[in-house]
């Protein structure tokens, strides 16, 4: 759960992943294991699946949360300072 942006309420924040062929690839080979979140984020458009810091970046996106509260949540914050400053 993350803090709401100008509230005291928090909001849901997801990671989903289908069992794809290559998710499945990257967790049978451990050698393949690190490009698990890569194999996510490329079948965003096509199984519906989402990384937990896509859905974060969609959240600040949206104004849902603000950017420092997506950063400190995500798993990978030096990339998510990247994307928002794309935003």
Excluded: W
Aim: glycine share 6%; with cysteine; net charge positive.
């Amino acid at each position: 759960l993350i803090q709401r942006r100008n509230a005291k309420q928090r909001v849901l924040c997801t990671e989903i992943m289908m069992s794809t062929p290559v998710v499945r690839e990257c967790i049978r080979d451990t050698t393949r294991f690190r490009g698990l979140n890569a194999a996510i984020e490329a079948a965003t458009h096509e199984y519906g699946c989402h990384t937990f810091d896509q859905m974060l970046l969609s959240m600040v996106r949206d104004g849902v949360i603000s950017a420092e509260t997506g950063q400190a949540a995500a798993t990978n914050p030096s990339e998510m300072s990247r994307s928002l400053k794309g935003r």
